[in-house]
């Protein structure tokens, strides 16, 4: 599917906003999702968000309200927008693809496909 290159991590103050971009460098045939994951020292990689080649998206409770993860299919660019940011939401993130839609879109074991990760690290 390609290899996935992740963009716009940094540093913000609580309550701030980032956007995280995800280049693929080759289309991703549908059926797919794709998706955000997050992983701090010591800790599980934890699914974020996800949207498939339907359009559905998943959101984990912690970020429902708070995060938009879109796709520009011309572009073959996933986003992140992050709104409303917490210091529990510093980590290292990751986007990630797979070949199918469907169930389990928020765990990580069912992804092959990942990109190298990109910081983001809010301060209170």
């Known amino acids: 599917q390609g290899q996935l290159v992740e963009f716009g991590g940094g540093s913000v103050q609580a309550g701030g906003s980032l956007r995280l971009s995800c280049t693929a460098s080759e289309g991703i045939p549908r059926p797919y999702t794709m998706a955000w994951f997050r992983q701090g020292p010591g800790k599980e990689r934890e699914g974020v968000a996800s949207i498939d080649s339907s359009s559905t998206t998943v959101y984990t409770d912690s970020v429902k309200g708070r995060f938009t993860i879109s796709r520009d299919n011309a572009k073959n660019i996933l986003y992140l927008e992050m709104n409303s940011l917490k210091p529990e939401d510093s980590d290292l993130y990751y986007c990630?693809?797979?070949?199918?839609?469907?169930?389990?879109?928020?765990?990580?074991?069912?992804?092959?496909?990942w990109g190298q990760g990109t910081q983001v690290t809010v301060s209170s």
């Open positions: 990630a693809s797979r070949s199918y839609s469907g169930a389990w879109s928020l765990v990580a074991r069912t992804y092959k496909n």
